[in-house]
């Protein structure tokens, strides 16, 4: 029973650098998210999908790209890193459009910039 | 923009103690509440509401939720040190899962 599932749990880059988050969940989900947690900031949505191909932006959405070609997947892509997004990174999903049921969360990817 | 301010931000107090944790919000086409209890890592979730004045129970939490004025509070009955975590409130509106910054409840032994 993974759930959701985040690789990697850490992350170190340079300034400038590029990389992607990966995200996966074999529970058939139509609905996922990105979000970072940041001290005294509580959760903030970047990215989100409702379904296979379809994505749209969140509350933060500049400096990450993300796609969304299979149900399981939903990758985040830091194409040029910056000190700004040193955080801790959260994939969530949930069944549907999350009004009727939780959203589950992955154990977090903490990124660190320098 | 929707919006979820939790009260108090911090909040310590002895094992034994009943607290209550405050959730306001304003968010288009509210579709649900849900609380979530964050430890070291990833939220769990606890409870979802949706309808006022329905109160959701398990165990030694209860929360509630008053669509009219537009807030939810989380009630934790005989705290225990196993309590101590950031408690955040969410709520669901126009397809989006938007959180509030979290109450952190420290319990001392």
């Known amino acids: 029973n993974a759930g959701v599932t985040q690789t990697p749990k850490f992350q170190v880059l340079k300034t400038g650098q590029s990389m992607t988050l990966q995200c996966a969940q074999d529970m058939n989900h139509e609905y996922m998210s990105w979000y970072r947690q940041d001290p005294g900031m509580g959760l903030r949505l970047i990215h989100y999908?409702?379904?296979?191909?379809?994505?749209d932006q969140g509350e933060v959405p500049n400096g990450y790209n993300v796609s969304r070609s299979t149900t399981e997947d939903f990758p985040l892509r830091l194409l040029s890193a910056a000190p700004s997004q040193t955080s801790v990174y959260f994939c969530?999903?949930?069944?549907?459009?999350?009004?009727?049921?939780?959203?589950?969360f992955g154990q977090g990817t903490r990124l660190t910039v320098v | 923009e929707d919006k979820v301010v939790q009260s108090p931000l911090s909040l310590v107090v002895h094992e034994g103690d009943t607290v209550t944790l405050n959730c306001s919000y304003e968010?288009?086409?509210?579709?649900?509440l849900l609380w979530y209890k964050q430890e070291k890592k990833a939220p769990t979730f606890l409870f979802m509401l949706t309808s006022s004045g329905i109160e959701k129970k398990s165990g030694r939490l209860s929360s509630i939720l008053d669509k009219k004025e537009l807030f939810s509070i989380l009630n934790i009955t005989a705290t225990q040190t196993g309590d101590s975590a950031v408690y955040l409130c969410a709520v669901v509106g126009n397809e989006k899962l938007t959180f509030g910054t979290g109450t952190r409840l420290t319990i001392i032994p």
């Open positions: 999908s409702v379904g296979a191909g379809i994505t």
């Open positions: 968010v288009t086409n509210f579709r649900s």
């Open positions: 969530a999903s949930s069944y549907s459009i999350p009004m009727n049921t939780e959203a589950f």
